[in-house]
């Protein structure tokens, strides 16, 4: 079992940041990924970023530029700073954990909501 908790979300104006945070606990194994999803209202949920245990990134397009992923393996812990927040951010957050071999597992979610 992986249990991951998830920390950072709240609410920012329009052109703010955040940073969410993720650790990861329980039976971590390698090679790995770790990404960041989010949910709005009505909508399913949808990839925001992912970063490998070997150091690969991958981003929706919508947040290039504006989002950074990165996480610390020896914490194994998984970070997004997100900057130049816009309305259109505002979702539920979630931290996924999936090793390359095996099922992947979900954090609670972290609401960011972005004003105008």
């Known amino acids: 079992q992986v249990q991951l908790v998830e920390s950072g979300g709240g609410l920012v104006q329009a052109g703010g940041s955040l940073r969410l945070s993720c650790v990861a606990s329980?039976?971590?194994?390698?090679?790995?990924?770790m990404g960041w999803y989010r949910q709005a209202p009505g909508k399913q949920r949808e990839l925001v970023a992912t970063t490998t245990s070997g150091g690969m990134t991958t981003y929706a397009d919508s947040v290039k530029g504006r989002f950074t992923i990165s996480r610390d393996n020896a914490k194994i812990t998984a970070y997004l700073q997100m900057n130049s927040l816009k309305p259109e951010d505002t979702a539920v957050y979630y931290c996924?954990?999936?090793?390359?071999w095996g099922r992947g597992y979900w954090g609670q979610g972290t609401q960011v909501t972005v004003s105008l």
């Open positions: 996924n954990y999936k090793p390359d």
């Open positions: 329980g039976s971590i194994f390698s090679p790995n990924a």
